[in-house]
């Protein structure tokens, strides 16, 4: 059981480029989280999406785009990334919204660095 | 903003001792929870707590809650070197359905043999 998957694990981009952090689950989890996390700064929520079709913004979503088009997948894009945005990418998912006890899965983290 | 503060933001202790991290948020909550985080990992959840609980237990761990105050406490006990990790709260805001948790800034401990 895989459960969380997050793809490509590190990245090394330069300023202005674009790319996309794929997050899988295969847990059959309606609810699907991105957050950041930086030294000193705990984690911090991008988007979040509460079921197949729909997103929300976070605390920090400027920047970055999400889709939710599968159930399974949950998206995140940086259309043209910029050195703030150099940071640790957590991927999440629960079963239960977290109003109702859901816990969060976590994947292992994509490392991006943007110079 | 950040909901939870965790303190102290490091704890050295030795094996076999007891280790206690606070958490303070600053809004209602429907739940609070804690996670544990290897270095260079993802994060674990470790325990819940409802609004309407004030002590829950699970092995080694015992997590209080107190609403009146806005605050919750995480106690390790036994400490083995194994446990060595940053710990973080995380809340779920009260009366917001389809949201998410809110992380505080963590707590890292460091159990030496």
């Known amino acids: 059981n895989a459960g969380v998957t997050q793809t490509p694990k590190f990245r090394v981009l330069k300023t202005g480029q674009s790319m996309t952090l794929l997050c899988a689950q295969d847990?059959?989890?309606?609810?699907m989280y991105w957050y950041r996390q930086d030294p000193g700064m705990g984690l911090r929520l991008i988007h979040y999406?509460?079921?197949?079709?729909?997103?929300a913004k976070g605390e920090v979503p400027d920047g970055y785009n999400v889709s939710r088009l599968k159930k399974q997948n949950f998206l995140l894009g940086l259309e043209s990334a910029a050195p703030s945005q150099t940071s640790v990418y957590f991927c999440a998912s629960s079963y239960l919204p977290v109003g109702n006890t859901g816990e969060l899965f976590f994947g292992e983290g994509s490392r991006l660095t943007v110079l | 903003s950040q909901q939870g503060e965790e303190d102290p933001q490091a704890l050295s202790i030795q094996e076999g001792e007891n280790a206690t991290m606070n958490c303070s948020y600053k809004?209602?909550?429907?739940?609070l929870q804690w996670y544990r985080q290897n270095s260079g990992r993802g994060l674990v959840h470790l325990i819940l707590i409802r609004s309407n609980e004030r002590e829950k237990h699970s092995g080694r761990l015992r997590v209080t809650l107190d609403t009146s105050k806005k605050s919750s406490s995480l106690l390790i006990t036994a400490s083995r070197a194994a446990d060595t990790a940053s710990y973080f709260c995380a809340t779920a805001p009260f009366n917001q359905a389809g949201t998410a948790l809110i992380f505080g800034k963590g707590t890292t401990l460091s159990v030496s043999s």
């Open positions: 809004t209602s909550i429907n739940n």
């Open positions: 847990m059959n989890h309606e609810y």
């Open positions: 999406s509460v079921g197949e079709g729909t997103t």
